[in-house]
């Protein structure tokens, strides 16, 4: 089975950071794209940040310039670094990844556990 967990989380005041990291594990074939949502209480869940095999990028308006994603291929993870947070990104933050796990299986989505992360005035 393949699985995703993320770690990085926490309390942190207004204008810190935090680097998010996700690790998957167990058979896969290809990833096709990796990617950082995010729930805040009673709120849809949004897309924070995604990046693709191909190497394009897209990040909520409300991030652009603060968060970054990165990925490394090789060990099968994906970082989100986080700066000048504010209250407003206050959430569980879940990565996700679209990925095929044997040659014969079609690409799908796979999600994290979730990691809180808090933001303080």
Do not use: H
């Amino acid at each position: 089975q393949v699985q995703l967990v993320e770690s990085g989380g926490g309390l942190v005041q207004a204008g810190g950071s935090l680097r998010l990291s996700c690790a998957a594990s167990g058979i896969i074939f290809s990833i096709n794209a990796m990617g950082w949502y995010r729930q805040a209480p009673g709120k849809e869940r949004e897309l924070v940040a995604g990046i693709t095999s191909g190497g394009s990028i897209n990040y909520a308006d409300s991030v652009k310039g603060r968060f970054t994603i990165s990925r490394d291929n090789a060990k099968k993870m994906v970082y989100l670094q986080m700066y000048s947070l504010k209250p407003e990104d206050t959430a569980v933050y879940y990565c996700n990844l679209d990925l095929q796990s044997t040659a014969y299986t079609r690409s799908r989505p796979y999600w994290g556990q979730g990691t809180q992360v808090t933001v303080s005035s």
